[in-house]
């Protein structure tokens, strides 16, 4: 069985850093194609990066781009998004997930099989 575990949220303020992390048992994240999730309070929740598992396809959402960085440290099995120049835009509940059919091009929304509980990040100005 496939679970996610996510870790890192917290409180910053505007123009902080923070670094989740999403440790994986049950499948290798070598050979998954990971995903990070945001949902707002009041909104939908919404793909902000994604990358394949062969690193070769990767997904930034325009909201995101230039400042979140997602990553990988395959030895411990663990996802990593790097966030920069947080904005009280950014506050969201932020979750992993993982499409572990995933193919060379990084996983769409609706394609994603796991998901973890979700870890909060709430940005102050």
């Known amino acids: 069985q496939v679970q996610l575990v996510e870790s890192g949220g917290g409180l910053v303020q505007a123009g902080g850093s923070l670094r989740l992390s999403c440790a994986a048992s049950?499948?290798?994240?070598?050979?998954?194609?990971m995903g990070w999730f945001r949902q707002a309070p009041g909104k939908e929740q919404v793909l902000i990066v994604a990358?394949?598992?062969?690193?070769?396809?990767?997904y930034t959402a325009d909201s995101v781009k230039g400042r979140f960085v997602m990553s990988r440290d395959n030895a411990k099995n663990t996802v990593y998004l790097q966030m920069n120049s947080l904005t009280p835009e950014d506050t969201a509940l932020y979750s992993c997930?993982?499409?572990?059919?995933?193919?060379?091009?990084?996983?769409?929304?609706?394609?994603?099989?796991?998901w973890g509980q979700g870890t909060q990040v709430t940005v102050s100005s």
């Open positions: 990358d394949s598992w062969s690193g070769h396809s990767i």
């Open positions: 997930a993982a499409d572990i059919h995933g193919g060379v091009s990084y996983s769409r929304e609706y394609q994603y099989d796991y």
């Open positions: 049950g499948h290798t994240v070598s050979t998954t194609n």
